[in-house]
């Protein structure tokens, strides 16, 4: 019997109702089909409000679709919830736990609530806290954490039942660059040490490349395009971003013939083009404009920013 | 234990030492079990010498403030199975393990059965030191058969507020304080319920908690209202119990297809 995709979802459909007497009404997904295979990770990436919460929180059971259907490892996420729950958790960039607990009574609570017993649940709980570096800090209440102590733990929290599929919703959100460098290396590990399936949404371009074997595009509750980081940004021109101020500004139509350059254009006197890999490809960049005579009077690089990759893509 | 049995109580578990640590931290806990039963037994119990009330009618309000407390503090831990979670901002983790509600409500209503008889053996000492009253006098079984059913009072109650608690959110916090309140006023805490006007008595005779004060007040000699009081307690009491545990699923459901755990979680 082969096994089922971690995930399958197909033409899901959300819509929040709120307010009284006068109803609002508020789609969030606007018919979402694709699959996960097993043993990857799988990156949903996105704005503010485009469904990211609403999708990871279907399949986590948090919430019930309004039409469509999704499986989880082969559970009806409505019908057999209490199966996804079992081999599934979630964390996300926001969680909160109870204030004056510390974060060993935090994992011991959770594991409880997943069935574990007795001696097994000690080992598993002290386990976690070495995993997630959180030692030195599990007698301390929950409430006097920082913010990366405190995502570490969600992280741990979720890892209590030894899931087949982790489910996180911007588990870097609001974190120093350095510590959610860490936090990366840590989802990375999991996959690769544990095997386990992640699926996660961040709205930053460069967390969902450096992690995914596989990212989907959501805007607007809709799937928008689908592939591996390499094959996305060369179909939607997503790269960092040269920005060039020369000295001849005709000399832009030259670039775009580059390798690595994936789009080129001349707009207000700046000379604007999209390459694969700034770090790469800016020495060649330098030296062909160089050898031609053409001065640089300015140069700027930026990442790509999601709203840009967006319009491209609804275009 | 088999291995199924052991998982269930483990998951139940959780709900008592979740309780148990928030309790031993919080100095409300200290009011909840210690502070505002003493008052209510110490004022209510001097009130009765000032109006040189006759030992029965001061044993029959006594009886009242006593279930009133063990009542209030047993509730609030079912209450608390939610409302800690509310207040914490992060309902959504509890059901996303893979627990039944049951769960939730047997370990949250151990843990008040627990806080409950620390308040029973509180204000049981008070009363004798105090007035001379002796809680004890119907003897045991009558006494345990009173609890028990003050403490499935306390269950459904606690039920009812963690019903409101995922519908309204935190605007039903009130009601974890208040509900209680009601009881007072309709299952005759300190009156007879045989004062109430007819349409407001058939309501009394629609709360378990009136049964089982009226068996209980039987044994210091007030004549029962009711026959087979206790029975149409527990029957009562059985039939509330499954009502708001199925509003409680159906409750939570709501909240599932409305997103309510989600915006209660940030
Ligand atoms: N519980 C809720 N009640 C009402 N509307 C909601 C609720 N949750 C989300 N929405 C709405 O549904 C849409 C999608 O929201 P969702 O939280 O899934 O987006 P997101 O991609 O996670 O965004 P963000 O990056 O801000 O976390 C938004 O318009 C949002 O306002
Ligand atoms: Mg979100």
Known sequence: MGLSPAVEIHDLEKSFRSGWPRRRVQPALR??????????I???????????????????????????SARVLGHDVVREPHRVRERVNMSSGNANFLWSLTPREILDIFARLAGVTGRVRRVRVEALLDLLELRGHAEVPYSELSTGLKQRLALAKALVNEPELLILDEPTVGLDPDVSVRIRAQIAALRRERGTTILLSTHYMREAEELADEIVFLRDGRILARGDADSLKRRIKVGDAVSLVLADPAAWERLRALPGVLACASRDGRVECVVDDARKRLPDLLRHLHEAGVEVHDLRVTEPDLEAVFLELAR | MTGTAAREWTKVSAFIRKNWLMARRNIFTVFEVVFWPTVGV???????????????????????????????VCQLDVAYAILFEMWAKGIKHQFLAPIG??????????????????????????GWWGFGFDFFHPGPAALVAFLLGLFLNAVIIGLGVCTLLLLFGLRAEVSAWSAVSLILLLAGIYYPVSLLPPPVAAVAAAIPLTYFLDAFRAHYGFAPVFEAALLKGFATSLVYLALTYGALGAALTHARRRGTLLRLSE
């Open chain 2, 101 to 126: 509600l049951w769960h939730l409500a047997l370990g949250s209503w151990l843990m008040g059965i627990l806080r409950g008889l620390a308040v029973f053996a509180l204000l049981a000492g008070l």
């Open chain 2, 42 to 72: 110490l004022s209510v119990g001097l009130l009765t010498r000032f109006l040189d009330l006759t030992p029965e009618t001061t044993a029959f309000i006594l009886i009242g403030t006593l279930a009133l407390s063990i009542i209030q």
């Open chain 1, 31 to 40: 018919g979402v089909t694709f699959s996960v295979p097993r043993g990857v």
């Open chain 1, 42 to 68: 799988f990156a949903i990436l996105g704005p503010n409000g485009a469904g990211k919460t609403t999708l990871l929180s279907i399949l986590a059971t948090l919430l019930l679709p309004d039409r469509g």
